[in-house]
């Protein structure tokens, strides 16, 4: 993405916000904005409290969590010093990637445990059994 179809994407958001919900936007979770510029995430969340990243470049969810509009991603890329555009498409890539795979390894996790604790269920004390 060049820097005048970023600025032309933001001045699309930008209008898009002031007439209503925003629908098909792409967006980036703050673990990628993370795993992009090598932060921690508390530190690329603290980054919009600072207002060293856009502030109409990001928003909250209903339940609370921060999302960042692509385009605005692009844009803090290129005024840190990434200015090639191939370079920017393949960090956001390899976060996407990157993202998707510590989810599979997530729920790999989770069926993992689930299915130890159906083979090993948690037994419970009855209360004849319990010492004072």
């Not at 510029?37 to 060293?52: E, M, P």
């Not at 993202?99 to 419970?124: F, T, W, Y």
């Amino acid at each position: 993405m060049s820097l005048d179809m970023v600025n032309m994407e933001i001045a699309r958001l930008r209008h898009a916000l002031q007439s209503g919900p925003i629908v098909g936007v792409k967006v980036v979770t703050p673990w990628e904005l993370a795993y992009i510029f090598d932060v921690d995430v508390k530190t690329a969340v603290r980054w919009v409290d600072q207002g060293k990243f856009p502030e109409d470049g990001c928003f909250l969810t209903l339940g609370g969590h921060h999302r960042f509009f692509e385009a605005y991603v692009h844009l803090v890329m290129f005024e840190s010093g990434i200015t090639d555009a191939e370079e920017r498409n393949a960090r956001l890539a390899r976060a996407r990637k990157a993202s998707r795979e510590r989810d599979a390894k997530g729920r790999r996790i989770m069926r993992k445990r689930q299915k130890n604790m159906r083979l090993n269920p948690v037994r419970r004390a009855k209360p004849d059994q319990l010492v004072a």
